[in-house]
Structures are given as C-alpha cells and as structure tokens.
C-alpha cells in the first residue's frame, strides 16, 4: 500500500492527507465552516441583528 502524503491546511492549520480534499491547500473542513458561517450570517441579517 502506498503511503499517504500528509499537507497542512492554509487556512486552519490542520493537517490532512493531500488528495482528500479537491481544493488544493485546503483540507476538507474548511468549506463546511465557510458555508455554515455565511449561512448564520444570512440569518442574523434576516432577524434584523
């Protein structure tokens, strides 16, 4: 079995498998918290906060 090549994330500094994340520098969490913070974000602006 070939042995994975670990990367660190640019943006949270975590390490991940390079390869397992289709954006390149970034691991794979990063979009998840992106659009989880755009879409609080988007709802705090509709409750007028």
């Given at each position: 079995?070939?042995?994975?090549?670990l990367?660190?994330?640019?943006?949270?500094?975590?390490?991940?498998?390079?390869?397992?994340?289709?954006?390149?520098?970034?691991?794979?969490?990063?979009?998840?918290?992106?659009?989880?913070?755009?879409?609080?974000?988007?709802?705090?602006?509709?409750?007028?906060?």
């Amino acid at each position: 079995m070939a042995e994975k090549e670990l990367a660190l994330c640019d943006e949270c500094g975590s390490l991940f498998f390079k390869g397992s994340s289709q954006m390149m520098g970034l691991c794979q969490n990063v979009p998840m918290f992106s659009m989880a913070t755009r879409i609080v974000t988007i709802i705090f602006r509709m409750a007028g906060v």
